[in-house]
């Protein structure tokens, strides 16, 4: 799988576990640390965890697995490295403490429209 099929699976799979405020940001031009950031909330760490391992599971499901995984039962934040796309799953207060969209402010946004579709 290339990234923008992988991109559209993470968000399609968030999106159907009701994920919140699902971001995309490119950061290849800005970083190489990934690709892209894939940014969701959750409203508890009990919904934190399940936005995780379904992502986890749907991906394995395409035989593609993390290289690694930050974050444990009760986190408020759980990271998925899929070494060019990073999925980082907050819950919402925490989401909004380290505020990722400001500090990646340069990558790119991409419109999660259009994996939805």
Same mark, same amino acid.
């Given at each position: 799988? =290339?990234?923008? %099929?992988?991109?559209?699976?993470?968000?399609?799979?968030?999106?159907?576990?009701?994920?919140?405020?699902?971001?995309?940001?490119?950061?290849?031009?800005?970083?190489?640390?990934? =690709?892209?950031?894939?940014?969701?909330?959750?409203?508890?760490?009990? %919904?934190?965890?399940?936005?995780?391992?379904?992502?986890?599971?749907?991906?394995? %499901?395409?035989?593609?697995?993390?290289?690694?995984?930050?974050?444990?039962?009760?986190? =408020?934040?759980?990271?998925?490295?899929?070494?060019?796309?990073?999925?980082?799953?907050?819950?919402?207060?925490?989401?909004?403490?380290? =505020?990722?969209?400001?500090?990646? %402010?340069?990558?790119?946004?991409?419109?999660?429209?259009?994996?939805?579709?």
């Amino acid at each position: 799988m =290339n990234d923008e %099929q992988i991109l559209e699976l993470v968000v399609k799979t968030l999106d159907s576990k009701k994920g919140d405020n699902i971001k995309v940001i490119k950061i290849s031009d800005i970083s190489t640390i990934a =690709n892209y950031f894939v940014l969701a909330a959750g409203t508890s760490s009990t %919904q934190v965890r399940a936005l995780a391992d379904e992502t986890e599971y749907k991906l394995k %499901q395409a035989g593609i697995v993390p290289k690694r995984v930050e974050g444990e039962r009760g986190s =408020n934040w759980i990271v998925l490295d899929y070494i060019d796309v990073v999925v980082h799953i907050f819950y919402k207060e925490t989401r909004e403490f380290y =505020n990722l969209e400001h500090l990646w %402010q340069d990558g790119e946004e991409i419109d999660t429209r259009k994996f939805l579709e």
